[in-house]
């Protein structure tokens, strides 16, 4: 039997189990968070870089699929960035980020938050902080039907503050909280079961710079804080650690995502971990877990997120071209690699209990969905003998690949659709390779066999547009 070469294709996959999707242009997109809607498709938060170095707010929305709705930009001449999306129980969206920055780094930017209806139309925009760089990296709904907040609030002299906001459905500040650190931002916040707020952050500290946690009351006073620095891993100094992601799971502790990097005497950047570790309710530290992403020097430009799966473990999506699954213990239980062009930002697991993440590929906008086990396939067994004339290589896409072997010098195979009637006929030309199939063809379920051989192994295709 001759050896082939399997060729990786880029395609749409739609399973059951899974499919990935890109969306952009000629421009840099990328997407930063995902929410799965209540119709059960999906409201993507993404960023369009344009040639003019500025960048807009991206908002798709999705039908289970991935298959687009509906798309919206907003911003002006400058950047404006959003970093988290969530649908309300009304049904709108908002939105909260940065606007007016004269560069994605700029200290000059103002907080952000967008209101939509459920068509992405603006139903009011605002804009919070001072004279200094402000931004929103979170939001979520209350249980009062309010909003919080969280970001990075700027003072003269400071490198800025973790910052808590809560807003009324009209965008009306209640309350406004800052929390006293060094180059300190918030990243994430989620209401607790006893109507306050859990936030992750990094702090700056002596050389080093820490995960920082703040647990708060209704109010958003300070009820205890936990600071982490990640101990010397092979013998490296200088960590560098920020808290990126926190949730509260079922039975009442908090598990959080991050990012170790660390660097040697000489100040030289030698590792980087993304970890995951779980904090009970009065902040005492259960487990923590490091995993190496093999050199990869990654910014908090694009940061890990977290969820709890309903096995009592945890999903984390690296901020980069990784995805790990723990156990309830903290054990790794699978990793999945994205590709040397794919970078993975967020993750949410799904209501069928697979999960969507959110990133970039290929300088696209990039939406992944998989199941529970991070896959996009359920493989099942191999039902053809190594002695058969051809053989599916990809049986669901945008094209269809079939493989034939050297014994089938004048093999023709004929296509079938759901209905039974013949579409198509493909011939062997050779005395072996590969056949695209699909070119001028709907999508749909199709059926091929040998030709003239009822009793043949009959193979089902997919294909999809």
């Known amino acids: 039997m001759k050896k082939f070469t399997l060729i990786l294709l880029s395609l749409t996959i739609t399973l059951t189990a899974g499919w990935w999707r890109t969306y952009g242009g000629k421009a840099i997109e990328l997407a930063r ?31 289970e699929f991935g298959d687009t709705i509906w798309s919206k930009t907003y911003g002006g001449d400058l950047w404006d960035i959003g970093y988290s999306v969530i649908q309300t129980q009304g049904g709108d969206f908002l939105i909260t980020g940065f606007m007016n920055a004269t560069n994605i780094y700029s200290s000059e930017a103002d ?31 209350t249980n009062d039907g309010h909003f919080v907040i969280t970001g990075m609030k700027s003072q003269p002299n400071s490198d800025g503050q973790v910052w808590l906001l809560k807003i009324n459905q009209e965008g009306d500040t209640l309350w406004t909280k800052t929390y006293t650190q060094n180059a300190s931002r918030g990243y994430w916040v989620e209401e607790t079961t006893d109507g306050g707020y859990i936030i992750a952050s ?20 300070s009820v205890w804080t936990y600071t982490y620095n990640n101990p010397d891993i092979g013998g490296y100094a200088l960590p560098h650690d920020e808290g990126h992601s926190v949730k509260e799971t079922h039975e009442g502790c908090f598990v959080v995502s991050g990012r170790s990097e660390l660097y040697d005497y000489y100040g030289d950047f030698e590792e ?74 967020f993750v949410q697991e799904t209501t069928d209990k697979g999960y969507i993440f959110a990133g970039m590929r290929d300088s696209d906008l990039y939406l992944l969905k998989t199941d529970s086990l991070g896959l996009l396939a359920v493989e099942e067994p191999v039902t053809q003998p190594e002695t058969q004339d051809w053989q599916v ?32 006929e493909l011939h062997s030309t050779q005395t072996s390779g590969t056949i695209y199939w699909g070119e ?18 009959t193979h089902k295709v997919i294909l999809v547009r």
Not at 300 to 327: A, N, Q
Not at 403 to 420: C, H, I, K, R, W
Request: aromatic share 12%; charged share 25%; hydrophobic share 35%.
């Open 393 to 424: 290589l990809v049986p669901v896409g945008r094209e269809i690949v079939l493989m034939f072997n050297e014994s089938s010098p004048s093999l023709t195979l004929q296509v079938y659709d759901a209905s039974g009637q013949k579409v198509d």
């Open 33 to 63: 968070c995902v929410r799965q809607t209540s119709d059960g498709g999906y409201i993507i938060l993404g960023e369009i870089r344009t040639e003019e170095k500025k960048g807009d707010i991206w908002l798709i929305k999705t039908d």
């Open 111 to 141: 907080l952000w938050i967008i209101r939509t209806d459920s068509l992405g139309e603006i139903l009011w925009s605002r804009n919070y902080g001072g004279m200094y760089g402000d931004e929103g990296r979170y939001i979520c709904e």
């Open 202 to 221: 990094g702090v700056e500290g002596y050389e080093t710079y820490d995960l920082f946690l703040i647990k708060t009351d209704s109010l958003g006073d």
């Open 440 to 457: 001028g063809h709907g999508a749909g379920v199709y059926f091929i066999r040998i030709e003239g051989d009822a009793s043949a192994t």
């Open 272 to 345: 980087t971990f993304v970890f995951a570790c779980k904090i009970d309710s009065l902040g005492n530290e259960l487990w923590i877990s490091n995993y190496s992403v093999n050199g990869f020097q990654l910014t908090s430009l694009y940061p890990s997120s977290v969820d709890v799966t309903e096995d009592g473990g945890c999903i984390v999506s690296s901020g980069h071209r990784f995805i790990i699954k723990f156990d309830e213990g903290g054990n790794i239980e699978w990793d999945r690699y994205l590709g040397d062009k794919s970078f993975s930002h």
